[in-house]
């Protein structure tokens, strides 16, 4: 146990009230008796499979009812691929905000833009950021760069074996790519890079993935380069394993940051003064002045990147869609600046470099997901540029309404209101 000495010993007071020592100690033992019956796993997804599972949980037919509703009952053949040992679904409410005006390389309209959530008030602020931007004519939002990675990792005797492995691998590139590339139609090897620790080697594997979010491609298409290496490199590792922990896969990492994982935006916008009244009731300066405060604030607390609340958002906009929403780990990485321009107007920016979305594949197939894609006209191969841009620009309405928020003090009074 870690931590201050009052809040450790408020903590202990608390739990010796309930039990002494020895009764935690008790409670602590571990044991194998009576183990419950594993439930029997299954990939494939039928209301007769759920039905049996439902039997050997034994709990209460309201909460059966509700999980495995009528809707789900009849779609939940679609969900085999997605999900293991289904039993149902969970209905989250969705709000939509906008329409969201953006002007980009692949998005070029106003987009309704369907957020899925339970926080009050996180709909209200995005909405009111979506309608600001409109209003100034949209958000200029553009999809820079683009790539996910995946990192095999090998260990050997020592640094010279190391040193002869790296020597072999940095001249079959061309084989790897034919490797991982025969794997998948949408996909394509594009770079690698080498990193030595000791005796340690990490690859890491950089892979377009199309329209796809990529993950289970790129996953599948390094494990036959992987396999290549073991079985061509004149240096056997004493271990080998097909992701080192490098890639940057869901975590916030520094590499992401400076590099790219997935799709890499920037967007944009200007607000005259007087809008910027009109709408959240706060000048450019009020908005420049907290941006400050908060971007030191961040770098105190040892944040990557300084934004105010990018994994709102990104969270709400991902379980609406069918991303993956472990991603938001490694998505709600960036920056947020705040300037004031010559005339007295308000330049807001954000830039994202590890936005993981696709349009297909994954959860994108699922019907209420992919209603909600549809509803933005961002379904389907040939728009996962497209909704990046459209995330990029989301994203900052919801740093320019929040950030508007906290520097004219109207934070606390939205939550209250919206809250209750």
Same mark, same amino acid.
């Given at each position: 146990?870690?931590?201050? /000495?009052?809040l450790?010993?408020?903590? !202990?007071r608390?739990l010796?009230?309930?039990h002494s $020592?020895?009764?935690?100690?008790?409670?602590?033992?571990?044991?194998?008796?009576d183990l419950?019956?594993?439930?029997?796993?299954?990939a494939?997804?039928?209301?007769?499979?759920?039905d049996?599972l439902?039997? /050997?949980?034994?709990?209460? *037919? #309201?909460?059966?009812?509700?999980?495995?509703?009528?809707t789900? &009952?009849d779609?939940?053949?679609?969900?085999?691929?997605n999900i293991?040992?289904?039993?149902g679904s969970?209905?989250?409410?969705?709000?939509?905000v906008?329409?969201? &005006? $953006?002007?980009?390389?692949?998005?070029?309209g106003?987009y309704?833009v369907?957020?899925?959530?339970?926080?009050?008030a996180?709909?209200? +602020?995005?909405?009111r950021?979506? &309608?600001?931007?409109?209003?100034?004519?949209?958000?200029?939002?553009?999809?820079?760069?683009?790539?996910?990675?995946?990192?095999?990792a090998?260990?050997?005797?020592?640094?010279? *074996?190391?040193?002869r492995?790296?020597?072999?691998?940095s001249?079959?590139?061309?084989?790897?790519?034919? /490797?991982?590339?025969?794997?998948t139609?949408h996909?394509?090897?594009?770079d !690698?890079?080498?990193?030595?620790?000791?005796n340690? %080697?990490?690859?890491?594997?950089?892979?377009?993935? @199309?329209?796809a979010? @990529?993950?289970?491609?790129v996953t599948?298409?390094?494990?036959?380069?992987?396999?290549?290496?073991l079985?061509?490199?004149?240096?056997?590792?004493?271990? #080998?394993?097909?992701?080192?922990?490098?890639?940057g896969?869901?975590?916030?990492s520094?590499?992401a940051?400076?590099? %790219?994982?997935?799709?890499? $935006? +920037?967007?944009?916008?200007?607000?005259?003064?007087?809008?910027?009244?009109?709408h959240?009731?706060?000048?450019?300066?009020?908005? $420049?002045d907290?941006?400050? !405060?908060?971007? %030191?604030?961040g770098?105190?607390?040892g944040?990557i990147?300084?934004?105010?609340?990018?994994?709102?958002?990104?969270?709400?906009?991902?379980?609406?869609?069918?991303?993956?929403?472990?991603?938001?780990?490694?998505?709600?990485? @960036?920056?947020t600046?705040?300037?004031?321009?010559?005339? @007295?107007s308000?330049?807001?920016?954000v830039t994202?470099?590890?936005?993981m979305?696709?349009t297909?594949?994954g959860?994108?197939g699922?019907p +209420?997901? &992919?209603a909600?894609l549809?509803? !933005?006209?961002?379904?389907?191969?040939g728009?996962?540029?497209?909704?990046?841009?459209?995330?990029?620009?989301? =994203?900052l309405?919801?740093?320019? +309404?929040?950030i508007?928020?906290?520097?004219?003090?109207?934070?606390?009074?939205?939550?209250?209101? =919206?809250?209750?």
């Open positions: 146990m870690s931590g201050k /000495r009052s450790i010993n408020h903590h !202990m608390q010796l009230d309930q $020592v020895d009764e935690f100690s008790q409670r602590l033992q571990l044991d194998t008796e419950p019956r594993a439930l029997p796993a299954t494939k997804c039928t209301a007769g499979r759920a049996k439902w039997t /050997r949980l034994n709990a209460p *037919e #309201a909460v059966r009812e509700t999980l495995l509703d009528p789900t &009952r779609q939940i053949e679609s969900y085999s691929g293991e040992n289904c039993i969970v209905n989250v409410p969705v709000g939509v906008g329409p969201l &005006r $953006v002007r980009g390389f692949f998005a070029h106003d309704p369907p957020l899925a959530t339970s926080e009050a996180l709909v209200a +602020s995005y909405h950021g979506a &309608r600001l931007i409109s209003a100034a004519g949209g958000a200029r939002s553009v999809l820079l760069n683009q790539a996910v990675t995946r990192s095999p090998f260990a050997f005797r020592d640094m010279i *074996e190391a040193g492995f790296i020597a072999w691998i001249e079959q590139f061309d084989h790897l790519c034919a /490797r991982a590339n025969a794997t139609s996909g394509e090897l594009l !690698m890079s080498i990193t030595a620790e000791g340690h %080697v990490y690859l890491n594997f950089e892979f377009s993935t @199309g329209d979010s @990529g993950q289970n491609m599948i298409a390094t494990q036959h380069a992987f396999e290549y290496i079985e061509h490199s004149p240096i056997a590792p004493q271990e #080998a394993y097909v992701e080192g922990n490098l890639s896969d869901k975590k916030a520094a590499q940051f400076t590099t %790219v994982r997935g799709k890499k $935006v +920037s967007a944009e916008v200007i607000i005259p003064a007087d809008l910027l009244e009109k959240v009731h706060a000048t450019p300066q009020q908005l $420049v907290y941006w400050r !405060m908060s971007a %030191v604030g770098v105190l607390s944040t990147g300084v934004h105010g609340h990018f994994a709102n958002g990104l969270a709400a906009l991902y379980i609406a869609t069918g991303q993956d929403a472990a991603c938001v780990a490694e998505s709600a990485v @960036g920056v600046r705040f300037e004031t321009t010559d005339d @007295g308000l330049y807001a920016a994202l470099p590890g936005i979305v696709g297909v594949g959860g994108t699922l +209420s997901q &992919r909600c549809e509803l !933005m006209g961002l379904s389907g191969a728009k996962s540029g497209a909704l990046a841009e459209v995330t990029g620009a989301l =994203l309405g919801g740093e320019i +309404s929040i508007a928020a906290l520097a004219a003090g109207h934070f606390t009074r939205a939550h209250r209101k =919206l809250a209750r």
